[in-house]
């Protein structure tokens, strides 16, 4: 099958390109995108988790969570397309719908090259081109602003230091190779555990070596609490506890439809914070 007639998902896989009516989405991000680029009404299943954009799925039966999904109950939804991320579903799960004779497209967006890709992508397979493109500008708009404030404010000095946790008991990172630091160095932030790939514990000590300007805790998938800014201060990671920033985890981990919107809303955030 030569590449105008399928798309290629995270995996390597060809998925063909025809009309998908049926879609069940296992990632809340996937699922508001699905929603936004206008193929809402063809979803026939979610996770308990995806819940937005807020009063467009109630009527979307939800089939377990993200890494534990009521395979039954999807089957029985007879969905003829399902999105996945290599990153929140575990693979296992993902064969056993397709030896179910149901197609997955798993995606697994590093980048921000990676997103308008996928954009891209879905735009194709959900027949919504317009809007897929229209979101793909809107993307490229974002990117254009914050580059130019990223420009600005490299002349002034050098790009703050910052950690991203994602997880307490133990301490967990995010380092380079995933969304989330792709997300930073678009701002002009400099992930200072980068030389790291994906996702790794880190211990306070660790922490307090490297010298923070801030510390990022987004409210999940662990909610971080002001009780953990301060715990952080305390011991030495950052010198103030408003050095490390609650923050609404959607913007650092959502991508898709919403990775512009949350471009601008985090360059505003971070704007005064050099």
């Known amino acids: 099958m030569s590449a105008t007639q399928g798309i290629l998902d995270a995996r390597g896989r060809l998925l063909p390109l025809r009309s998908y009516g049926r879609i069940a989405s296992l990632v809340p991000s996937l699922t508001e995108t699905v929603v936004r680029l206008g193929a809402g009404p063809r979803l026939v299943a979610r996770t308990v988790y995806c819940a937005e954009p807020r009063g467009a799925l109630d009527g979307v039966p939800a089939c377990g969570g993200t890494k534990n999904p009521d395979l039954g109950a999807l089957r029985s939804l007879r969905p003829d397309l399902t999105l996945a991320c290599l990153e929140e579903n575990k693979p296992e799960y993902l064969g056993q719908l397709e030896r179910a004779g149901i197609p997955v497209f798993a995606v697994m967006p590093r980048s921000l090259d990676a997103v308008s890709a996928m954009l891209r992508d879905l735009g194709r397979l959900l027949e919504t081109g317009n809007q897929a493109g229209r979101a793909l500008a809107d993307l490229t708009a974002a990117r254009l602003a914050c580059g130019k404030t990223r420009g600005r ?122």
């Open 153 to 274: 404010n490299l002349e002034a000095g050098p790009a703050p230091q910052v950690a991203v946790l994602i997880w307490k008991n133990p301490w967990m990172a995010a380092g380079g190779g995933t969304y989330i630091d792709a997300i930073c160095s678009e701002l002009g932030l400099a992930n200072a555990l980068s030389g790291r790939r994906d996702y790794f514990t880190v211990t306070t000590a660790e922490l307090a070596s490297l010298d923070l300007d801030l510390v990022l805790l987004p409210d999940e998938p662990w909610k971080f609490t002001h009780h953990d800014a301060w715990a952080l201060a305390a011991a030495g990671v950052v010198a103030d506890r408003r050095q490390a920033v609650l923050l609404d985890g959607r913007l650092l981990t959502w991508y898709g439809t919403r990775t512009a919107p949350s471009l601008r809303t985090l360059a505003r955030l971070f704007a005064h914070r050099r």
